[in-house]
């Protein structure tokens, strides 16, 4: 059987997703990327609610990227999306999570948007 990026991303979501939970005091950073934008929300696994979310096309943060210049391409981007989620996630009073990749490599993105948030003071 082929093997493609696909069921490798597969493969390695299933791995990583039986051994990341999300409590109420420490909700799973879950992300999403497609070709084109860039998703993240905090999920409570114990009681099944997104607690926040954001993404690439949501207006705040199409106005934050307009208003900054040095916006490099889709990391760039990435990185501005991880300080807005950030800064909702300590109005929110919450400091742990745990970070799900979901899949993709710790690389490009979704490092960006990872250190995005930590600059908010989230600790992982």
Known sequence: MKNNKNTARS?????????????????RLSVFRSNLHFYGQLIDDVNGKTLLSISSNSTEVEEQI?????????????????????????EAKIENIVFDRNGYLYHGRVKSFAEGVRKSGIKF
Do not use: C, D, H, W
Request: glycine share 12%.
């Open 11 to 27: 493969r390695r979501k299933m791995s990583i997703r039986n051994s990341v939970f999300g409590t109420p005091e420490k909700p």
């Open 66 to 90: 307009k208003s900054s210049e040095n916006v490099k391409g889709k990391t760039g981007i990435a990185f501005i999306i991880g300080t807005i989620l950030g800064k909702k996630i300590n």
